[in-house]
């Protein structure tokens, strides 16, 4: 069984209660970051990665997200 956690990083509240209801509703509670500091701390090991509607700056295909 894969255990790597989902990822929400978004500091939008609105993108974040959208992901947070997705989640719910296929039963899996996410790892959640508000800003690009926490977010690298969890983007490699995370299995899939929900990015706000509306990021700053681009992220990079592979790796952590752009600071």
């Known amino acids: 069984m894969d255990t790597a ?5 978004t500091a939008d509240p609105d993108a974040l ?3 947070l209801r997705w989640c719910a509703a ?5 790892e959640v970051a508000s800003d690009a500091v926490a977010a690298r701390r969890s ?3 995370a299995r899939a ?3 706000g ?3 700053r700056r681009p992220a ?3 790796g952590a997200p752009a600071s």
């Open 5 to 9: 956690p989902l990822l929400v990083a």
């Open 17 to 19: 209660d959208d992901a």
């Open 26 to 30: 296929v039963g899996v509670t996410p």
């Open 43 to 45: 983007w490699s090991a």
């Open 49 to 51: 990665v929900r990015r």
């Open 53 to 55: 509607r509306r990021p």
């Open 60 to 62: 990079r295909r592979h």
